[in-house]
């Protein structure tokens, strides 16, 4: 099983620089688990970003996988993890649905980067200084 974060969907969705990592998960949707809080980040993201249409084309496709409710057991395992970890609210219950469908969590979250069972991908970034000298 694979859970994307929030980061690799919008990676994805944007053809950002790390898509082709997250692409080829997306060809398996069930083997893809999706928290509620995913798709909240996601949907919001693209609709304060690329308008209506775009979100919920982000949302039916990431409804082909199976999505994963925030029960009350997840919530107190996402408070451990959160406590554990150092990691804020939702990303400790995407962290908690992960470990609970024994998935793979793929990311571009540094907040992640150290934790067992994430595949972490650093946003590339590239840089200029303001004078032209790259």
Not at 42 to 54: P, T
Not at 62 to 80: C, D, H, K, N
Not at 113 to 123: A, L, R, T
């Amino acid at each position: 099983m694979n859970l994307l974060d929030s980061s690799a969907w919008l990676a994805f969705f944007a053809n950002e620089s790390n898509a082709d990592q997250f692409a080829e998960l997306l060809e398996f949707p069930d083997e893809l688990i999706i928290p509620t809080v995913v798709i909240y980040e996601v949907f919001k993201v693209l609709l304060r970003e690329s308008g209506e249409e775009d979100a919920l084309a982000a949302y039916a496709a990431m409804s082909q996988g199976q999505i994963i409710e925030i029960t009350p057991r997840l919530a107190v395992e996402s408070a451990r993890l959160s406590l554990r970890y150092r990691l804020p609210m939702a990303d400790s219950m995407i962290l908690a649905a992960a470990q609970a469908r024994d998935a793979i969590l793929w990311t571009q979250d540094a907040d992640f980067s150290d934790i067992p069972g994430v595949k972490y991908y650093p946003k590339s970034t590239i840089q200029t200084d303001d004078a032209g000298n790259d």
